[in-house]
């Protein structure tokens, strides 16, 4: 499968992943690529006090997907310029999600830790299992100044 010129970037919120998507936008301009904005969701139960899990409604995290996208795109409008993006909302797990959408892709690009439960780490488990597993070259992007 011949790649196209497309940059995948994943984006969850944090300031890793908005970073990553300016970056995105300005390697984008340079190679005459257009951008494909990732953003995934799963259910993740709740549980109470007594050991019940309960699950937010589908609908309402979808919602709040979009909701996220569409403020994280606000953020960076004045980066886009003449370059083409779209955006793309699935459920299932981020890694799997943007190494299949990389199998494309002249580049991948994530930011170095996102919004995940262990915010110490080095690497997020997103960005380790990029760098690992993509089938494209990787861009792993720090907020960090």
């Not at 257009?34 to 006090?49: N, R």
């Not at 589908?58 to 310029?81: H, Q, T, W």
């Not at 930011?111 to 997103?126: E, N």
């Amino acid at each position: 499968m011949s790649k196209v010129h497309k940059i995948v970037v994943g984006v969850d919120g944090s300031e890793s992943s908005i970073t990553a998507l300016r970056w995105s936008l300005g390697e984008a301009r340079l190679r005459g690529s257009e951008v494909e904005v990732i953003h995934t969701w799963s259910l993740t139960p709740m549980v109470d006090p007594m050991g019940f899990a309960s699950y937010v409604p589908v609908e309402e995290i979808a919602n709040a997907a979009k909701s996220l996208v569409e403020d994280v795109m606000k953020r960076v409008e004045e980066f886009v310029g003449k370059t083409k993006v779209s955006t793309k909302i699935t459920r299932g797990p981020a890694a799997a999600t943007l190494l299949e959408a990389a199998k494309d892709a002249e580049l991948l690009v994530v930011g170095r830790r996102g919004h995940g439960g262990f915010m110490g780490l080095l690497l997020g488990s997103v960005a380790e299992q990029a760098a690992h597993h993509a089938p494209c070259p990787v861009v792993i992007v720090s907020d960090e100044k």
